[in-house]
Each structure stands twice: as C-alpha cells, then as structure tokens.
C-alpha cells in the first residue's frame, strides 16, 4: 500500500488543480499534462468532440509543435482510437499488433503501449483521453488513475463551462442594454443597426454575422453584415424555402454545425458552424441574426442559442421603441410648430397689423416732409407682416409655393456631394407635374422625398459612377425611374433604407415602386428604380 501512497497523493492534487482553474483551455491542458506525468506516458493527448462526434479541439503533450504541425490535422475514431469504449478503458500493449490497428498518419511518431478512455460531461462525452509510449505497460493503478482524473476533470469542465456561460451572459446583457440605448439615441438608422450586428459578432466570436430585415414585395434581404466575406452578403435575398426563411415562419432559431438545409445561399456554403436567431417584436419576426464560425471552430450550442437569442429580442424590442421613438418625436415636433404658428397669429402678426393701421392712420395728418419716411415705414412694416405670414404657413404645415423642378433640383444638387458626381437628368416634365402639384400640394412634397431617397439610396448602397433620371408624366401618371451603373439594388432593398416607405406612398396614390438589376454588365449590373403613381387630372 505504502508504494502507491505518493502517486496517490499526486493524484489528490491534480484533482484539486483543475477544480481550481475556471479557464476551461487551462482546465484541459492541465488534465493532459497531469494525466502524462502520473502514468509516466511519452505522449498525452485530449480529443475534444461536438454532439455530433466532430473534432472541435487537440490538446497534446509531449510533442512538440513542428511535428505537430506536420501530422496536421487530428486523428479520426478510427482504428485502435475507435474502440474506446463510453466507459472504462482501452489499455493496449502494442498498437501496431493490434487488430484494429491501421497504420498511422504521415510523420506520426510510432507508438508502442496505449491507454484510452472517454472523457464525459454530465451525459455527454466530452472527448478521449489518450496515453501512449510508456516504458512499461498500463496497469491496473493507471488504469485507476486515469478513470479517477478524467471524473475530477469531468467536474472542473463542468464548473469552467458555467464560469464561461455567466460571463458569456453578462457580456450580452451589457451589449443589449448598450444596444438599447443606442437605438434610441443615434439618428442614424443604419449606425445603429450595423452595431447590432458588430455587437453579435464579437461577442459570439463568430467569423461573419449578418442582420436580415424585410424589405419590399416579401422579400428578406441581407442589409447589414461584418467580418470575413461581409461584401459578398450585403443585398443578398433569403431563398423563400430555404431554413433562414422557416426559422422567420416559425420564430425558432437554430445551430448547426454548417449551414443548415436546403435551398442555401452558395455565399455561405464555405461557412462552418452557423446559428440563426430571430428579432421578435410583438409575435413575429422582424429581423433575423446570423452568425457563422469558421470551418474547424467550435460549434454554437444550444448555450450560444439561448443567450443569442435573448440578445435577438432585445434588439427587436430597441427598433421598435426606436420607431416608436421617432414617431413621437415627429409628433411632438409638428404639435410645436403649430403651438409657434398659432403665437405667430396671435401676437407678432396681429400686432404687426395694428402697427400698419397706426401708421396710415397718422399718414395724413403729419407734415408732408414726414409722409415720405412713414411710407417707406409701412412698407417695411407689410414687407415683416408677408414675411410672418409665410412662416405661419410653413409652420402649420402648408405646402410650398416653390415651383417643383425648382425643389427637385436642390434635392438633385444636394445628392451631388454624397455621390461624388452629378447626377444626369434625361427626360423631365416639369411642366406637367406642376400642374398637377397645384391640384393636390402633398404630391409635390411626396416627389421630393422619393427623390431625396432614392438619390441617398445609390449614395449609401450601389457605389455608382453615374446616374440617370427621369421625371415622366403621361395618361394621368407619374413616373420617378433611377438607373445606375452600380453593383445592383444590394444592401438597398431594406426596410430601414427606405423602400418600404417609398413602396407606401406609392400605394396610397394607387402606384407601385419596384427595384431591380438591370444585367447589363456581371461586375456591375446595376440598378433601376422606379416610382409609379396616379396623379390628379
């Protein structure tokens, strides 16, 4: 008994080691290395593997890294290495007279005497645990020692694996609330979306992430993405039968050790593990996360996928009080214009009126050399009362008298410096839609937001070097086409970036606004947009 006391005690503290240490990489190379030096093993290595039996991670000790690096990739469950049974141990003499034995990889050292066993984490096995070249052979007390070591590493992987998943949700909880806040607080829409996805895409020490929202005529468009390929993604349209369309049906989101299912974006074939997650708002989906991990990383868990997803919600919830936000705010904003118009009425305007009537009044009965200067007086005085009057209408909301082509070309002129170049107007009938203005003055403002939008959406989006507009009017309609000679409609087709709202307005004038490549060349298809309307006679 008194021969095995210090191995024993050596045991002891290994055990207490790796219960010690909350990093779960430290956790495992620990067990390796302990594991080497109890048994007196050459080698040691510890064979991380998903649920799905797939090589996740390699720890070995006792060689060193260049020939690690010329054996290359980890060894299978083949051979000898696959009849480690779930329980117990495999101890073999010499593997290369084994019946299993199949040879081994190029530039592996040849081994002689093995002990494996499998590694379990509460009902799952973690990985295998393998031992080699020992000078003598395995024997019962390692056999033992090895099962006792893996139990106590059982514990400590557990108890690393909580301290990562805590820790992991206090990151998230902190980007949500920030997120939060951001969304609320940013006015630019896309800043904020884009950090929604930067946000999940570090924390989930993802590869790529991609945010989908919906854009016009039923379409799901990637709009945002970051990290490895994210140029390739933008402006991409979800398959309507693919798995990232059912994960928005449903509302469920998903992991998968690739990307899942039929029907998927060639984009991201080349992607590895993959973890789709829903923004819900009020019962459905108004987004949808995506993140991908390299090919050869760690698989996102169902872990991952809780603690995503509560990330996701969150988000959700953010762009709806940032829409509610806004939408106040407008409010807000038009009730304070009529509160100042209706002052403007009340006090300068009246006012301004009864200082008029004073100084005609008193025009005639002074000196003739005094009735020059109190006319040129009054007229100051009419000039403030027009001026006045003109500011109570645009106040309270009365349309422009500016002619249209004289707005639409400030709007034109304005886009100039975002574009980097001017845009290049071929047909316009301003003539036409003047007419047509003056019967009803909100089409005149709604012109002049689709263009403002549809200028900022080539701007923002198609990375054009020209632009081609027209402005047509025919049998009682209005056209607004845009064509460029961009990368085609790409990250455009978005909710946020207006073609939803210009895919309104067009409806409540019994239109239609469609958004398209136009093909004509494969590195740059370019786009044409056009804004289709009924106008008054």
Known sequence: MSDHRPRELTLADAITALNRNLDLKSVLDLLVDSARTLTHAKYAALHVMDPQGESVAFHVKGMDEDTQGMIGHPPGRVGVLGRIPDHG?????????????????????????????????GDT?????????????????????????????????????????????????????????????????????QA???????????????????????????????????????????????RAMDVIRSGTGIVAPAPPGNHVLKEVTDYGPS????????????GLLLLWR????????????????????????????????????????????????DDLHDFVSQELFATAMQIESITEDVDPSLQKRLAGTLDHVKRAQHEVRGVMRALAGQRSSEPIADRAQREITLAQASLGFAPQVREAQ???????VNADATLGDDVVAVLRELLSNVARHAHASELHLWVLTQDGRLEIRVQDNGIGPAGALKRY?????????????????????????????????????????
């Open 430 to 436: 301003w003539p036409t839609l003047q007419a047509a």
């Open 294 to 341: 390299d090919n050869g990383d760690e698989p996102f868990g169902e872990d991952d996928l809780s603690t995503t997803q509560r990330f996701a919600h969150q988000a959700a919830l953010a762009l709806s009080l940032s829409e509610l936000s806004h939408a106040r705010n407008h409010s807000a904003l038009l009730e304070e214009r009529e509160r100042l118009a």
């Open 125 to 193: 096995v973690f990985g295998y645990l393998y031992l080699a070249d020992k000078p003598t052979a395995f024997d019962e007390d390692d056999k033992h020692m090895i099962v006792a070591l893996a139990a106590g590493a059982s514990v400590a992987i557990d108890h690393a694996n909580l301290h990562r998943q805590a820790a992991d949700r206090e990151r998230w909880l902190e980007a949500s609330q920030r997120i939060t806040t951001e969304m609320l607080t940013i006015e630019d829409e896309e800043e904020a979306l």
């Open 275 to 286: 973890l789709y997650a829903p923004l819900i708002a009020e019962g459905k989906a108004i």
């Open 89 to 121: 141990t495999l101890a073999v003499e010499n593997v290369r007279t084994h019946p299993a034995h199949q040879g081994m990889p190029d530039n592996h050292p040849e081994l002689g005497t093995f002990l494996g066993t499998a590694l379990t984490v």
């Open 196 to 242: 929604i996805v930067d946000a999940a895409r570090d924390l989930a020490k993802a590869a790529t992430a991609a945010l989908v929202l919906p854009g016009v005529e039923d379409r799901w468009v990637i709009e945002m993405a970051d990290g490895e390929g994210a140029d390739m993604l933008l402006g991409l349209e979800l398959p309507q039968y693919g």
């Open 497 to 537: 970036s207006g073609t939803s709202n210009l895919a309104n307005r067009a409806l409540r004038r019994h239109g239609s606004f469609s958004l398209h490549a136009v093909h004509k060349d494969a590195d740059q298809p370019g786009s044409l947009a056009s804004w289709n309307v009924e106008i008054p006679n």
